[in-house]
C-alpha cells in the first residue's frame, strides 16, 4: 500500500553553513510532533516537504507522486508558517477561499472555523491582532482539506480558548490526513510520534501503536523502522 507521505533520504544544505538530514519515514495518517533545538532544522525541514526548498537530496512523496516534480502532489500538502505570509489587504474569507482555489475546490467554505474561532470572515487580514491573523492562517491551511498539514509553532499567539479548539480538532483530522507540527513548550495534544531534528540528526523517538509510521531498519530498543542509521 502507498503511503499517504513518504519521505526517502531528504537532506538540505546551506553551503557548508547548515545542513538537515538525511531523513527519512513513511506515515499514513497520525500526528508527529518535529522537536529540536531552535536553530535544529524544524522549519527547513517543513518547508523541504511542502515543496518551498528544494532538497539537496532526497525525495518526498505525497500519494506516490513527488512533491518538488508535480503540482498535483503540492495541492496535497499545506505548510502554515509561524510568521504570517498572506496579503494583508485580502479578508479572512478572501484569504481562504484564495487558497481553496489555489488548491483546486474554490468552493470550500471556511465558514465553521471562523465561527468556532469567533474571527469576522470580512475582516481584513491587515486589521487583524495576531491571534486573529493565526487563527485565519490556520483556516487557509485547512482549506480545500489538504492530505498532510504542516503546521509550523501551532499554538502561538492563541488564546486558551482557541488552543483548546485546536487541540480539539487535531485528533479529528489526522484521521484522515497526516499532521506534522512544532511548538515550543508542553504539546496540548496527544502526538502519535515524536521526531526529534537537530541539523544532522534525525531521532524518531517514540511511537504509539496502532499508527501508520514504518521506517525500514528496527533501531534497537523501539518500534521504528529507519531507513538509514
Known amino acids: 500500500m502507498t503511503p499517504l507521505l513518504d519521505v526517502r533520504e531528504l537532506t538540505v544544505r546551506f553551503g557548508n553553513a547548515f545542513e538537515v538530514g538525511p531523513i527519512g519515514f513513511e506515515m499514513s495518517g497520525g500526528v508527529a510532533h518535529v522537536c529540536g533545538p531552535n536553530g535544529g532544522g524544524k522549519t527547513t525541514l517543513l518547508r523541504a516537504l511542502c515543496g518551498e526548498l528544494l532538497p539537496s537530496s532526497g525525495t518526498v512523496l505525497v500519494a506516490g507522486q513527488s512533491v518538488h516534480e508535480h503540482a498535483a ?10 510568521v504570517p505570509e498572506l496579503p494583508g489587504f485580502l479578508s479572512v474569507r ?14 470550500w467554505d471556511g465558514g465553521r472555523y471562523c465561527t468556532e474561532f469567533r474571527l469576522d470572515p470580512e475582516m481584513p487580514l491587515a486589521a487583524a491582532s495576531a491571534g486573529q491573523r493565526r487563527k485565519a492562517e490556520l483556516i487557509c491551511g485547512l482549506a480545500a482539506d489538504p492530505d498532510v498539514l504542516l503546521l509550523d509553532e501551532t499554538f502561538a499567539h492563541l488564546d486558551d480558548e482557541s488552543v483548546q479548539l ?60 529507519q531507513k538509514r542509521v
Do not use: M
Open 73 to 82: 502532489a503540492r495541492r496535497r500538502i499545506a505548510f502554515v508558517p509561524s
Open 94 to 107: 478572501e484569504a481562504y477561499q484564495f487558497t481553496a482555489g489555489l488548491r483546486g475546490e474554490p468552493g
Open 166 to 225: 485546536l487541540a480539539g480538532w487535531i485528533p479529528e483530522w489526522s484521521r484522515s490526513r497526516v499532521i506534522l507540527l512544532t511548538h515550543h513548550g508542553e504539546l496540548p495534544v496527544n502526538a502519535d510520534v515524536l521526531l526529534h531534528i537537530d541539523r544532522q540528526k534525525f531521532v524518531p523517538q517514540k511511537i504509539v501503536p496502532g499508527t501508520n509510521f514504518r521506517h525500514e531498519k528496527i533501531v534497537p530498543g523501539t518500534n521504528f523502522r
